[in-house]
């Protein structure tokens, strides 16, 4: 594919997610398939050949589409719903054009600036103290202690939160000269699915709380009687 070609196919894509959009409402929301479906629609084996773009076309509808659950479907009530727009289309485009990876300031250095501002913007919006922020009034530089990063789902936030607070408390130990610090995660069992690998991960303690009725709760003390 040469630059030419690619604005040729690009113009496509682009009239093709617009028109996927614009008629998302008419489809299903879940395929209405079995596990394994797949076997019967793609080769067995790789292509020797690179096919032409109007077979690959075909084949976004009747591979891809045919068999996805439509997360932006307005009857899809499952999960959490996903940050997504127009604009969001356009900013993949041009993320994926740059195609970089964003671990250090070195290696990209206006992602990793931006990233810092559009977090301060969002603990702006929800009223966190200024000590929570890279920049403030104070201190027109970045401060090493406050700031955070932007997360890729709840279960990465939940991982990195309970990481975060468990080395609080080891740190907290170490100091006060004690083997191991007491720490035992508490939460409600009905928030996330992902909560409870997540302690598993973690390899906490943890003391979760039950629905056991209409706004009726229990502790779960079993994993602290077992510690």
């Not at 009034?137 to 279960?155: C, L, M, P, R, V």
């Not at 468990?166 to 699915?193: A, H, P, V, W």
């Amino acid at each position: 594919m040469d630059t030419e070609e690619f604005r040729k196919v690009g113009y496509r894509m682009i009239d093709y997610v617009a028109n996927y959009f614009e008629n998302l409402k008419e489809r299903n929301v879940t395929p209405p398939l079995e596990p394994g479906f797949m076997r019967q629609r793609v080769p067995t084996t790789p292509n020797d050949d690179p096919e032409e773009w109007d077979e690959i076309f075909n084949d976004i509808e009747d591979v891809v589409m045919d068999g996805m659950t439509h997360w932006h479907h307005p009857n899809f009530h499952a999960y959490f719903p996903t940050g997504h727009s127009w604009s969001c289309v356009l900013a993949d485009i041009l993320s994926t054009s740059i195609g970089c990876i964003g671990f250090t300031w070195e290696s990209a250095p206006s992602c990793t600036e931006l990233e810092m501002s559009m977090v301060d913007w969002v603990g702006q919006m929800i009223g966190l103290p200024k000590e929570f922020l890279f920049l403030n009034k104070d201190n027109e530089k970045f401060k090493q202690h406050g700031g955070g990063i932007i997360q890729t789902s709840a279960s990465e936030c939940t991982l990195f939160t309970l990481l975060t607070a468990k080395r609080l408390k080891l740190n907290e130990g170490m100091e006060q000269k004690k083997c191991r610090s007491s720490s035992i995660i508490e939460s409600f069992t009905d928030i996330d699915t992902g909560l409870e690998n997540t302690v598993d991960v973690v390899s906490s303690p943890s003391n979760l709380m039950r629905s056991q009725g209409e706004f009726e709760l229990k502790w779960d003390w079993a994993p602290l009687i077992s510690e």
